[in-house]
Nanobody
Framework: QVQLAESGGGLVQTGGSLRLSCAAS????????MGWFRQSPGKEREFVAA????????HYAESMKGRFTVSRDNAKNTVYLQMNSLVPEDTAVYYC?????????????????WGKGTLVTVSS
């Protein structure tokens, strides 16, 4: 199994940026596709972005395209989510995830492994 621990959340003003990190342990992330989900207060959990274990294939939710960038450093066993041009609607708990099947991310299905989440609050 792989354990995931997010960090980097916090309070930011509208238009600001944050970079979330996800440190993995237990297994190398090099064989996992990695992604991010989020859940805002009173809303359903939603897919944010994902990065395939092979090559550089990425997949983003429509509302995040052009603002968010997912990346990975396999040597550090860490995944990142760079978030720019943040708006109050981006306020949510952000969860790092891992899955052996890239197709799960393409379908926005629930991945195999989840971190505990980190809170991002965007003030207006």
């Amino acid at each position: 199994q792989v354990q995931l621990a997010e960090s980097g959340g916090g309070l930011v003003q509208t238009g600001g940026s944050l970079r979330l990190s996800c440190a993995a342990s237990g297994r190398s992330i090099s064989t996992y596709s990695m992604g991010w989900f989020r859940q805002s207060p009173g809303k359903e959990r939603e897919f944010v972005a994902a990065l395939a274990y092979f090559g550089a294939s990425t997949h983003y939710a429509e509302s995040m395209k052009g603002r968010f960038t997912v990346s990975r450093d396999n040597a550090k066993n860490t995944v990142y989510l760079q978030m720019n041009s943040l708006v109050p609607e981006d306020t949510a708990v952000y969860y790092c995830t891992a899955d052996s099947r890239w197709s799960d991310y393409l379908r926005h299905a629930s991945p195999d492994y989840w971190g505990k989440g980190t809170l991002v609050t965007v003030s207006s």
